[in-house]
């Protein structure tokens, strides 16, 4: 999203007990166009290819970016002293 951080600002954030997990799998909910459940499945020894939402503001890029996801974790983290919240990382 074009984000950028200071060094100072990344000090701030704590992972919980230091830990990172690793997982196989990340399943994905969500409502299709005519208002159905689905979910989606990313396994990044099958399919790990992935495309989201460009920002729409940067009218000079394609409107989606394409990754493939190499491992997915997931940690438990907080900016600040603020409260810890479960974080997927792909």
């Known amino acids: 999203d074009g984000m950028s951080f200071s060094p100072e600002e990344r000090r701030q954030v704590s992972i ?3 830990m990172m ?3 196989k799998v990340l ?3 969500y409502t299709s166009y005519d208002r159905r459940r689905q979910q989606d499945i990313i396994n990044p020894s099958t399919k790990a290819d992935i495309m989201m939402l460009a920002d729409p503001a940067d009218q000079k890029t394609h409107p ?3 990754a493939r996801v190499l491992s997915i974790f997931h940690v438990r983290a907080c900016h600040a002293g603020g409260k810890y919240k479960h974080l997927e990382i792909l």
């Open 16 to 18: 919980d007990k230091d």
């Open 21 to 23: 997990y690793f997982h």
């Open 27 to 29: 399943r994905l909910n």
């Open 64 to 66: 989606y970016y394409y």
